[in-house]
């Protein structure tokens, strides 16, 4: 069968038994959403949010991209993120990077064939620069690339602290904490690598 064709007649059968289980539950979700967590997460097909972390429809307000980068200068990023802090109020930002990553993999040489592609990954090879010294000693490719995803989502974690959007959270007394994972596709598992949490108010004010 077509896949679009697929798709649709799942969706009727995934409604028809989503309403089964929960009456309320479209009328509930149609009323608003209230998520507590923003997910930052690589465009890769085979990391879907919500699936891996059981998560239900209204959990997650989501943003994905290419090996799951934090530019500042990104309107598409920066517009989910200031909506889900100010506007949504989420109490968790969570930016999770996976294991194979073809992102990270192609941030390690020039892919000109493909020029967004190339020029989106410029921000991901500031990371490895930062942190060649510990790639380059490694045997090879394939193990620069394990480690490489897990100091990207640590760095994007750590380009979030540092954008004004978040510190004025902070300051404002909000509880908002920020998370680097890592999803390992061979074990369906997620690595909790870092976590920020704002300095308790005592800390502040001293
Ligand atoms: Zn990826």
Redesign the pocket.
């Known amino acids: 069968m077509e896949v679009v064709k697929r798709l649709i007649l799942e969706n009727r059968a995934w409604a028809s038994e989503t309403l089964a289980r929960d009456p309320e539950g479209f009328a509930r979700l149609s009323a608003g959403q209230a998520p507590a967590v923003l997910w930052i ?4 097909s085979r ?1 879907p949010a919500e699936l891996i972390t059981n998560a239900e429809p209204g959990d997650f307000f989501v943003h994905r991209n ?3 980068l934090v530019v500042e200068h990104d309107p598409s990023l920066m517009s989910v993120l200031q909506y889900a802090v100010e506007v949504l109020k989420v109490d968790n930002i969570i930016v999770c ?2 294991r ?5 993999r192609a941030a390690l040489a020039r892919v000109p064939d493909l020029p967004h592609v190339d020029a989106r990954l410029d921000s991901l090879r500031q990371v490895y620069r930062h942190h060649c010294r510990e790639l380059d000693a490694l045997p090879d490719d394939d193990a620069r690339v394990e480690r490489l ?1 897990e100091l990207n989502a640590v760095a994007q974690v750590e380009r979030l602290a540092a954008l004004p959007l978040i510190r004025q959270a902070w300051d404002n007394g909000r509880p908002l904490q920020l998370h680097a994972w890592v999803y390992d596709l061979h074990t369906g598992l997620l690595d909790q690598r870092h976590s920020i949490a704002p300095a308790p108010a005592s800390a502040l004010a001293a």
């Open positions: 997460g690589c465009s890769d990391v290419i090996a799951n990077g996976h194979g990553c073809g992102g990270v995803v």
